[in-house]
């Protein structure tokens, strides 16, 4: 069982955080700030585990990925296996990549620092994503982790994301706010 | 309305607020205080699109600003119920991420979320089992198991695959759904879709991590799967769970290693290997071909650039290497190689298997090498590397060292390593040795002389601790000691004042024995002088060797005479001993040419015998072994001891008082204690004084004693040092005598708390609360297991009336009806239960505990099922021959 996905920031800022164990906030501000202060001292192309028995409790493992200036961490006990985690992550990181179709804003989830007008949209896209995704990998559809982890590749993943963001779509046509507004979100 | 109309319009969205908080235009706190007041303010609109804009800025704010938002829980529920899917997703999203069990507008989401699983909408239903796997209670999952249980017979593969996934919440939370929702997710396992059978693999995987027992009679369905399926998705779930079987199965052992070995030859995903090895190594080491593939692939990791497939090979190795150790050897250079590794994890995990590779003919070197290692690298790794040493080392009382000597000086040597932090390890391995090694002592001393005279060292924080055991190694075994002396002064120098005051204490106390030392044996000559060599006692070394006393004299007297005024009273009493022998000693001195000291005499020789006295190792659960002496009635002693100590409490149980301190001070306390309960009336009459002493003392400083003040009464609370039931049950096993230990510990501490502050009893709480809390866990765990191994045999008995795998239909049914176990357990959870659900009538209760307790009657396999709850394992084991004779 997965524990908890966090994408953390170079400079310590947590960009999404997901915790499966039920945490209050106070304990979470104080988990990403502890598995922060580890990764931040581990050197570059080392291995990608990290010891997480003290910060999460007995039966916990961690594997984190670090791409460009942000971490992508995930938590889990021994019902998981180390390398298949290293691939979600992988996957994942793809997924988020596809999901911003021009270059551009791929361009921006790697850098993602240097043009944070954009990166706005991706923060709130992260979260969109991260419930669609991590809560397919967790609870539901193991399916999903399993087209991952066989990296038959992350098109399942898409085409729900579109065909949710159309569901959206045209469920907020019908409301008051000003289409401008929500054309912006899907932009 | 048209207020909300225009709110709406002008409503910050998350977007704004996103691009507000990237501009740093005002401070965070600022920020967020002013986004939160909008929020609130935005929430009470009538609107649901304002308000679900406003909970999804919440919900991101929260996320990643952590703050807290179980206030607007209602709100959620609310967004939770429109109609609009967009709405809706805002709320159950916002739900997932605030609710917990807790939460008490939980019981007003049981409807909708029952309304929205139901939904003909796949993603309505997604939304809500998310949501419910996330954050179900018992209650929640009570009302929602016929729902999930519907949903898991779903055509439709989305929602099918979801309701899979909930079932484990579902029963941790509701141990009962097994009775309903269980035969579904068997059958799960034979679906054809490989979506569904990956989940439902997962949820058997992640069952099987908490009570693997359970899932034996699973093994045939488990065993299709292992070599139907292709999928290394599923195929590492299945490892997982025959890792665990296995353990508790060996008979499985043999009808999976073949598969499993067919698998690593398959398959070319590494984390699909990784498991095969993972799992041949710790589950399945007896069957030699299987490890020799499993290793041939470690070896391929451990060649591998990729640092992670390189500390997996290393993990894998150190699987191995507690039935295998030849493996490790193998790899031996591989392994030294990573110690240098940049990589913590790395070399991490190759020290632990250089400590494996540990034996009494190759502990020198390696010792040697991995400390000239430590003193390369960075202050964390080297301290590990040091703590793995001294742990090793000590292993089983120093299994594997055989040369003291070089021990010592290898601990001596570590003292010295910059780093070093591992002070309190290192102090209680020099005395430990101490006292168990008589031959090291020599050694031992000398180290300990070359630790304390060193000033320098003195300034390190982290040695205080092994200075103190040096200096109470060299003032015990004095007689090692090359220069008393020097020993003196090197206890005595400036620099001592950095020191702790426990630690000066020490020091005193060892300066203490070494004045009794010089004197006795000074006396001593002097008295055979005076006897036979009259003649010679003018030689002029007799005069130096009297004058180098008295220059010993002066210097620790100038030296103590300042600690006099020490608050801390340990130092200040030492101080007080030690100037007081000072003058005793002088006063001899001065009336040497009288031949009356044989008074002194007899006094220095009395403390030299008492201070050069062996302390010996003691166990601590020492006192329990005591065995009863002839005629003494330990419960009448124990009343009359607690009448007498009035306002006094015993130092309590030693067991739990462990540590090197009790070496020191606290030792003399805790044997005092014990003759004072063995021994006779003479000791209570002295400690009856010293109540008498205690209580003049509280009437007069009554301010400053805790406030209550019924101490007198208190006092009787307390549990007498050694109860006596305790020592009649000595014999029961240690993890009775614990459990006693601690029920009795948690008994008492319902006292009020005029307790007077004891971090004894301090430590008295923190060990049963532990134990309590387990045993809760426990049995909640046991309530699932009971659910699943009685459906399992429910399912093997129908399984042998039809002959085939699937339950027929009426036994089902009965399987789907909640049934309320009548086990010891059942009735302690129905019971809980009750509190909880009113609807419940106890007549009910009863009725169908009569119920199933007849039907139990009836059926006699399940009544052996259930017959030994410890047994369990044999019991199910009873069912699992079919399928190995297959």
Redo the contacts between chains.
Sequence with gaps: MIKAAMVISAQGKPRLARFYEHRTVDEQQDLVRRVFSVLSCRAENVSNFMEADSIFGPDSNLVYKHFSTLYFIFVFNSSENELAMLDVIQVFVETLDKCFKNVCELDIVLNYDKSPKISHYICMKYIRLAHLILNGILYQGQSKVRSLVMETNSAEILRSVEELSKLEAASSAISLVPKPVSSWRSR | MATT?MD??FQR???DL??QS?LNLIPEPTFLSRSLDEIRKELRAT?L?TKS?ALRKL??L???Y????SWASFHCIECMSSS????K?IGY?SA?QSF??GTPVLLLATHQLRKDMMSSSV?DS?LA??CF???ANGDLAKDLCNEVFALLGSSK??VR??A???T??LFEKYPDAVRVCFKRLVESLESSD???L??AV?VF??LA?KDPASYLPLAPEFYKVLVGSR????L??IL?VFARLVSLEPRLAKRVVEPVCEVMRRTGA???V??CVRMVLSSLSEFESAVRLALEKVREFLQDDD??L???GLHALSIAAEKHLWAVLENKEVVTKSLSS?????KREALRLVMAMVSEDNIVEISQVLLNYALKSDPEFCNEILGSILSTCSRNLYEIVIDFDWYVSLLGEMATVFHCQKGEEIEKQLVDIGMRVKDARPELVRIARGLLIDPALLGNLSLHRILSAAAWVSGEYLEFSKSPFELVEALLQPRTDMLPPSIRAIYLQSVFKVLIFVASSNFMERDLNSVSFHQSSAIPGETSKGESIINLLNLVESSVTPLLGSPDVEVLERARNVVGLVELIRNEMSIQEQNEELGFLKLVNLLNDAVSEDLGPVSWNAPDRVSLPDGLILRDNLKELDAVLGGIELPSSSPFSVGVGSLFGEKTDATSSDSRVIEDLEVTNESNESTSLLSEHRRRHGLYYLPSEKSTNGAYDYPPANDPKSEEAGTSGDADDLVKLATQSFVSKKRPSNAKLRPVVVKLDEVDAVPVEQKRAESNDNLLSDAIREILSAGEAARGIAGANTFPPEESKENSRPIKSSSRKGKHRSHHRKEKDSSHSGKQERDREGNSRSRRHGDGRRTRERAGDSASVMAVATIVPDFLLE
């Design positions: 109309i709406a319009l969205t998350l977007e996103i691009k990237r609107d699109q804009i919900c991101y929260s996320s990643l952590h703050v807290d938002m609009s899917f967009a709405i997703r999203v997932s917990d069990e993603f997604g089992l998310g796997s996330l954050m593969v989305l695959k979801r899979i996934g909930v484990v919440r490989s979506e569904v990956s989940g997962s995987c992640e991590r999928n290394n998705w599923v590492i779930k997982k590494k984390s699909l990784f498991e640092p992670n390189k500390y997996l940049e990589d913590v994890n790395i």
